[in-house]
């Protein structure tokens, strides 16, 4: 089948090509080099209405994580794991089926927070399921699920690193609360007890969860890091686009606003609705 059937779309945004990809699709096939929570969070609604879902990605350079390949699990992919013992699996393709229609995302992204902090180029290509280059990166991504070298992802069995907070952002927060560890709510100023700050979150002891006797639970690292990486690349972050699932889809929304807004380089446009900015 001739080429002129597919439609090239160029996207600067690589989110925005990866969820065109996968928006009402049946199937999808994701051969992506590396996976974070903060990546697969970022699809989560895609990822939610499809038939079949399967990953294929690589643990090599620490850069896959443990919470990565945990979440694309809850959310119903299949997953397997590709360390060839020549090379490095290193591609960026997103495959998604609608009926008739296949459509690829193909470009520098990996399912990271580089899809919303990187410059990366991405197209998007769509056409019929019997267009040949179509089919063939099918076939390709294919190939790669059913390398002899891919093996089915089990918790606990194939090592991966935990995902963490960057060295500097922990920095800063550890030095913000280092005198006063209480984070107001910017609404309404209801305190936020933080007990503990380590590498893979910030422990919060609420009045609510003090009253029901809970203990102190923990934020993790990367509801802080994907809105961290947002307001630093973009410079402004609102609550409503932080928590929505057309947005960054962070469910603590109020309190990594809150604790993003005691650091010195941001500052507090709004509280109502509220809207950070990075200090110029």
């Not at 520098?108 to 769509?126: D, H, M, P, Q």
């Amino acid at each position: 089948m001739s080429s002129e059937r597919i439609v090239v779309e160029p996207f600067a945004r690589p989110l925005e090509a990866v969820r065109r990809v996968l928006d009402g699709a049946d199937e999808a096939l994701l051969g992506v080099a590396f996976v974070q929570q903060r990546g697969v969070n970022l699809i989560e609604r895609q990822l939610a209405t499809l038939c079949r879902g399967r990953l294929v990605c690589t643990t090599v350079f620490a850069t896959t994580t443990s919470e990565g390949l945990q979440g694309a699990h809850e959310r119903g992919m299949t997953v397997r794991v590709l360390n060839p013992p020549q090379g490095t699996f290193h591609p960026k393709l997103y495959l998604a089926r609608q009926e008739q229609e296949i459509r690829a995302a193909v470009g520098s992204a990996n399912l990271t927070g580089g899809l919303i902090a990187n410059v990366e180029s991405v197209a998007v290509l769509s056409g019929p399921r019997d267009a040949e280059p179509l089919r063939a990166l099918w076939e390709l991504a294919e190939s790669w699920w059913a390398d002899e070298a891919a093996v089915d992802w089990t918790r606990g069995e194939i090592a991966a690193v935990p995902e963490v907070l960057d060295e500097t952002l922990l920095a800063a927060i550890r030095q913000a609360l280092a005198t006063r560890p209480v984070v107001p709510t910017l609404t309404d100023g209801r305190p936020n007890c933080v007990r503990e700050i380590t590498p893979d979150g910030v422990w919060v002891e609420t009045q609510r969860s003090r009253r029901l006797g809970r203990p102190a639970q923990r934020v993790p690292a990367w509801m802080i890091q994907v809105a961290w990486e947002w307001l630093t690349t973009h410079g402004t972050l609102s609550n409503q686009y932080l928590l929505s699932d057309d947005g960054l889809n962070v469910k603590r929304s109020s309190f990594v606003c809150a604790l993003l807004a005691g650091l010195p380089s941001v500052r507090v446009v709004s509280r109502r609705p509220i809207e950070l900015a990075l200090v110029p």
